[in-house]
């Protein structure tokens, strides 16, 4: 078998909200080279939006499938038939942190914007689409003999986040790429013996990650295949399971990326409900903000006199990179 992972994240950029960096795991039969999963699964899996009177299942690069105030839908249906793929069902806001990053409790336990909120899921997606989109899939899986084995993310809220960046010389793409291959290490942990390949975007235009994956993967002889502005290459492990590295600008072309890419948008996108509720109950006629810079410092200044009523330090809400 082949063993396929693809990484991406949300919220590298704001200032406000998480940082989610997501990854998925999929087995697929033995082949010369790594197969292209969008044309295997081209049965079940279409790059574009859902259409009137098509049973496929989006998938792609979260850009592709939503703008930020628009129908989280078209996420909605990838990212849920996938986790009814891997027998995760949530149902609620709460659910679903649960279920992908199970880490993530403490904070959405302990921040006053995540404590008491509640919302039944999916938010824009009816049932008896959903459905359809989860029989179209496993039915595609079940006939392509491919089996989506794992999902898995790692949220960081702003105070990891600012703690992180320090830790890492105030480099937020270092951060970022250590951040990423302690998630594909958790994947690999109990992988059978197989090709792998693992893909990952570029973070902070990088090119060289020998040094990294040596440090994560201490145990394996890491061989440099290709370093470059488009893609760098890298191998390690012995011949029965072998690993390949890639490391590629705009990777959400490799399906295990682009639903990485849904599940780290929709779980951003959550949390940004949660944290907008919040504040706009409380102060009146304050509007809703995604939490990239220059709205969010318009929203920092709009909260602040409320912020420092309630106690709330920059630490814990700002993110410093």
Known sequence: MTFLIGTDEAGYGPNLGP?????????????????????????????EPMRNGTRHVPMADSKTLYSSGATLANLEMGVFASLAAVGLIP?????????????????????PWFRNYQESLPVDLDAMQ???????????????????????????????????????????????????????RDMLADADDCRILVQCDKHGGRNKYCALLQHYFPDDLIEVRKEGREESIYRCGPTTRRV???????????????????????????????????????????????????????FKAEILSLQKELGFSDRVLWRNR
């Not at 940082?19 to 790059?47: K, Y």
């Open 130 to 184: 959903l459905e359809c989109g989860t029989d179209a899939l496993a039915i595609g899986l079940q006939a392509a003999q491919v089996s989506l084995r794992k999902m898995r993310s790692r949220v960081v809220f702003p105070e990891e986040f600012n703690e992180l960046c320090e830790r890492h010389g105030n480099n937020k793409g270092a951060a970022l790429s250590a951040l990423t291959l302690e998630l594909v």
């Open 91 to 111: 149902r609620s806001w709460k659910e679903i942190w649960a279920v992908l990053d199970a880490a993530s409790e403490t904070c959405i336990t302990a921040d």
């Open 244 to 298: 390949e590295f890639r490391f590629v600008a705009k990777g959400e072309s490799f399906l295990p990326s682009a639903l990485a890419s849904m599940i780290s948008k929709y779980l951003r996108e959550l949390a940004m409900r949660a944290f907008n509720h919040f504040w706009c109950t409380q102060i009146p006629n304050l509007k809703p903000t995604a939490g990239y810079p220059t709205d969010a410092v318009r």
């Open 19 to 47: 940082l989610v960096i997501s990854a998925t795991a999929w087995h697929v039969p033995d082949e010369r080279d790594f197969p292209d999963l969008f044309t295997v699964l081209a049965d079940c899996i279409a790059r």
